[in-house]
């Protein structure tokens, strides 16, 4: 069962269920998500993290977006992609409060079925995710996107650490996609090549550069 964290007490990572979600149940949320989706209809993706760098799906636009009632945030335990079960890392959530720069991706009517299929194994394996359609601000207007928002009532939610402990995990953690710290500063840099600015990444970048070998261009 999952456990709702106290918000003065950060969860420890190895304490953590991660419960996977089963193929079923991955198939019955990406169905609630397109319940209003027409197949003439061209969709709009929200990235904030390695979207943004890694989308792996084709698209026909992509526009920086504003998203207001989000904020990017290391809050995400990794146990597998930036971690292990013993040394997790962390990866970034959209967690509620203040606003978010990111990048929205249109995704053709015609590849909507099976982009989203793939983006669903990519980024549902858990409950951690709450896919939400959320009005984002765009040069050229409001659109509406799917991005994906932090389940706070879930054990791989993480909140209250100190900038010391933050930063001692990020340098440290590796997982089958690599360390953690190249994971952050790769956001980072994707963030920066796309004239978007998070002043609180960019302190963490300015800390994290102190102490290690990769750096950000």
Partial sequence: MNTVLSPDTPAHPCSASFRLLTEAERRSSLEASLAD??????????????????????????RIALLHGYHRALCLWSRVNRGTPDQPGLVFGLDVGGSCRGMAFRIPAARVPQDMEALWRREMPSGAYLPKWLTCRTSAGSIKA???????????YVRG???ERLIHIVRNAHGSYGPCVEYV??????????NIHDKRLQA???????????AVS
């Avoid at 500063?185 to 796309?194: I, M, N």
């Fill in 146 to 156: 799917l991005a994906f928002t932090m389940n706070r009532n879930t054990d791989a």
């Fill in 37 to 62: 989706w027409k197949p003439h209809q061209d969709i709009w993706v929200y990235g904030y993290g390695s979207l943004i760098w890694r989308p792996e799906f084709d698209f026909a636009e992509k």
């Fill in 161 to 163: 650490l100190s900038t």
């Fill in 185 to 194: 500063l790769e956001t980072a840099q994707a963030l920066k090549h796309s």
């Fill in 204 to 214: 963490l970048v300015s800390q994290l550069r102190e102490s290690t070998d990769i």
